[in-house]
């Protein structure tokens, strides 16, 4: 990219889950002609005809399906991460030769699988953390918008870099840069393969990895298992680390809960694959044993067998 990066003004987001309908209404407000919602056909029909509220307001995205597509400048991936393939493949017409990508997804994986998928476009890292959106039926809710961290692998700042922030400043998006990305991303994939994993199993809530106990050893151990892979992919994720979560998951609300406990309770498949799922082949790679996380991958998928 030799010449100088020209501004992101077309923006379009595909997967309206809680933190899609929270970023759509935020674009939506502040860039209203230049902001679209990818959909297929169908879903556009039942969007239409039943509304998307955002903290009890409804809200007038315009949408896009692949058949009346246009390049985008930026394009943010919102699904889960079983819908990736899909979101691809609807998304697919819009992705021009420059387009920057952000995905909004847990773990180490959507990145390079959307920058094998569209190798003319710019895919930069994205850490969504400390938004509390939910999502019910139609109706998203949340008080806190939390931060976008974003980077490029090498820790370079680019010119796509400078652009999203120029453009997030001017949608009024909170976001930060990190020149260590990688390692952001995989010392919250360490935590989410400990807690998120733990309380689906156990089926509880954070209280019951917040006492002593075989829940809370097993979070621990798990965060062990994920911090020794990545030492071996090369990304020094240390003792300190886990202790870091640890006082951060201990000031939780005691009855709140992670995504994949709510994916268990409504019988909904889970996000497993994003981290048991990730962690358990690269362990087999570098020769690690990883039993807590093998131990968990089983669990979860033998309770998605039953729904």
């Not at 379009?12 to 902001?35: C, E, H, K, R, T």
């Not at 939910?134 to 974003?150: D, F, M, P, R, T």
């Not at 700042?157 to 997030?168: C, P």
């Not at 870091?244 to 309770?265: C, F, H, K, V, Y």
């Amino acid at each position: 990219m030799g010449k100088a990066m020209k501004g992101l003004k077309k923006v379009a987001l595909i997967g309206l889950g809680a933190m899609g309908v929270l970023y759509s209404d935020l674009l939506q407000q502040a860039i209203p002609d230049d902001f679209f919602v990818i959909a297929d056909k169908n879903r556009i029909k039942r969007y239409e005809r039943e509304g998307i509220y955002c903290n009890n307001v409804r809200c007038t995205f315009s949408y896009r399906s692949r058949e009346n597509a246009v390049p985008v400048d930026l394009l943010i991936v919102g699904v889960k991460f079983g819908g990736l393939q899909e979101a691809i493949a609807e998304a697919a017409p819009f992705v021009q030769k420059g387009t920057v990508i952000i995905s909004l997804l847990n773990g180490i994986s959507s990145e390079k699988v959307l920058q094998e998928a569209f190798p003319e476009a710019h895919v930069l890292y994205c850490i969504a953390q400390g938004m509390d959106a939910v999502k019910v039926g139609n109706q998203a809710s949340y008080l806190h918008k939390g931060v976008l961290v974003l980077g490029e692998s090498d820790g370079q700042q680019s010119e796509a870099l400078q652009a999203i922030g120029q453009l997030f400043d001017r949608v009024e998006v909170p976001y930060v840069y990190s020149d260590a990305i990688m390692r952001k991303l995989w010392s919250k994939l360490m935590l989410n393969t400990g807690i998120n994993q733990v309380v689906m199993v156990y089926e509880g809530t954070y209280a019951t990895v917040q006492y002593a106990g075989e829940a809370r050893e097993m979070m621990v151990n798990t965060m062990r298992e994920v911090m020794q892979v990545a030492n071996a992919e090369g990304i020094d994720l240390n003792e300190e680390d886990v202790q870091g979560w640890l006082t951060i998951a201990d000031g939780l609300n005691p009855e709140g809960m992670p995504s994949m406990r709510q994916d268990g309770m409504a019988k909904r498949y889970s996000e497993v694959e994003l981290f048991s799922g990730t962690v358990i082949p690269l362990a087999q790679k570098h020769g690690i044993d990883v039993p807590n996380c093998r131990e968990l991958y089983q669990r979860i998928k033998e309770m998605e067998a039953a729904y």
